[in-house]
């Protein structure tokens, strides 16, 4: 569906909207329903992180692509997230004897900067240390918990939850009929190091997502802008639990890991593998986003989702847009526009949560196949000299705004089409050679392809 995106003034500029949750999609809401001129009162649990002095949490790398950017945009806030990334153009996928090879393809960026433009509107107050204790489904009234004790209530018009896979808005949703909810722990956890600098430059080339696969766990690497990298090793919590000991950390590292020994230090190894223990990863999908015209779900609060297809912010992000373009189409009417928002945005994020599990096993493991890699440069092959027809998965997702579900559709009816004329060519090319009595390795990836595509435009005519 096709929204056109418009600030006009708002009918309902005395209206009440309460976003709970300061965080990234939190703080891009208020920044869209400031600019329509909406009362905006945003809640976060948390201390201002602006003011902290220490930050309680995690610093994770968050990779911004089209449709953040798009959503940014919108709030003219695209260029300054941006100058504050670092361009991501290819895989660097690290083999175990140590060689290394790219397989092209985003931006990260780190977007606390969002609370700074959601101030500056006037209509919109910044609340932090507010713990949600309740609220009301029938008449939107708010009860919260402040840092000195006191209890605040407040009444909106509209709450907008985005407070995280854990929601505390979510919870009145558990209450009512028909609401559907899942959540899944994967089995693999997580675990932060940090690769420094070399002589005061980046120790491996920093315009790529290094991946270490392995098969069934993967270490990756992204840049930051202090000329470190952030790596994650991803692996089963039990083989987690069998390393124990600094020597056995250096153990496994020689292992499956040894060109990133010296990157990292031996020394930081072994106390940083024990700093923190593993964190989980869940994914989570619910439905509807809506309650009646009072409270809808944005962000991980509606859609947690595994961080393997880099699509969690953008999909969060996207989920603003997507409500506001909605908002000009039906009027700013919340009666319809939250059912509406519903019946859009729940298909779209179910998909790319299972697109994310599924880039999981493609990253630590799939990348190691020749097969793989041969479809991949298939893929693009027919992109180059079809690009209407054939469009990579990956660039729909990341580059495009085709809706994720409308991808994921496309992706198997491609993958059905680039099988066919795989195995037909290759049937060809064996019949070619069988001929010719040519070894089929002569065959070269330019005749292939020049079958490839007598095949393709003979089956379309």
């Not at 009929?177 to 080339?205: C, D, V, W």
């Amino acid at each position: 569906m096709d929204y056109s995106t418009n600030f006009s003034k708002s009918t309902s500029k005395k209206k009440v909207v309460a976003v709970v949750g300061g965080g990234l999609v939190g703080a891009l809401n208020a920044c869209y329903f400031a600019k329509r001129g909406f009362q905006v009162e945003v809640f976060e649990s948390r201390e201002d992180i602006r003011q902290a002095k220490i930050v309680k949490g995690r610093s994770i790398n968050l990779a911004l692509s089209h449709r953040g950017r798009q959503a940014l945009k919108q709030v003219g806030m695209e260029d300054t997230i941006v100058s504050k990334g670092i361009p991501m153009h290819s895989r660097m996928i690290h083999s175990l004897n140590g060689t290394q090879y790219p397989i092209p393809y985003g931006k990260k960026g780190q977007v606390t900067l969002l609370l700074q433009p959601a101030e500056t509107y006037s209509n919109t107050k910044l609340n932090f240390a507010h713990k949600l204790l309740n609220w009301s489904t029938e008449t939107g009234a708010m009860t919260f918990l402040r840092a000195d004790g006191a209890k605040e209530e407040i009444q909106a018009d509209l709450i907008v939850g985005c407070d995280g896979a854990f929601s505390a808005i979510r919870k009145q949703f558990l209450r009512q009929s028909r609401f559907n909810f899942s959540q899944t722990y994967i089995p693999h956890g997580y675990l932060e190091l940090t690769m420094p600098p070399i002589n005061g430059e980046f120790a491996m080339k920093p315009n790529y997502l290094h991946i270490w696969p392995r098969n069934t766990f993967m270490m990756i690497a992204l840049p930051n802008l202090d000329k470190t990298f952030t790596c994650t090793l991803f692996m089963p919590f039990d083989e987690f639990e069998n390393v124990t000991t600094g020597d056995q950390v250096i153990e496994f590292f020689q292992k499956y890991f040894p060109d990133a020994i010296p990157l990292i230090g031996a020394d930081a190894l072994k106390r940083d593998y024990f700093r923190l223990p593993a964190q989980a990863m869940v994914s989570v999908k619910c439905s509807p986003y809506h309650l009646s015209d009072k409270c809808v779900l944005m962000g991980d609060a509606a859609h947690a989702v595994v961080p393997f297809y880099g699509q969690g912010m953008n999909a969060g992000f996207e989920d603003c847009l997507v409500f506001n373009e909605i908002m000009d189409q039906l009027n700013e009417d919340f009666s319809a526009v939250l059912p509406e928002y519903t019946r859009v945005r729940v298909p779209d994020d179910h998909a790319i949560a299972d697109l994310a599990m599924y880039n999981y096993v493609e990253m630590r493991s799939h990348v190691n196949s020749k097969w793989f890699l041969f479809r991949k440069y298939i893929d693009n092959f027919l992109h180059i000299i079809m690009p209407r027809t054939i469009i990579p998965l990956y660039t729909m997702v990341t580059f495009t705004r085709t809706r994720y579900h409308e991808a994921v559709k496309r992706w198997h009816w491609q993958d059905k089409v680039r099988n066919d004329i795989v195995h037909s060519s290759l049937y060809k090319g064996v019949e070619v050679t069988r001929r010719a009595c040519w070894p089929w390795h002569c065959l070269k990836f330019s005749d292939l392809a020049s079958l490839m595509t007598c095949h393709f435009f003979n089956k379309e005519n």
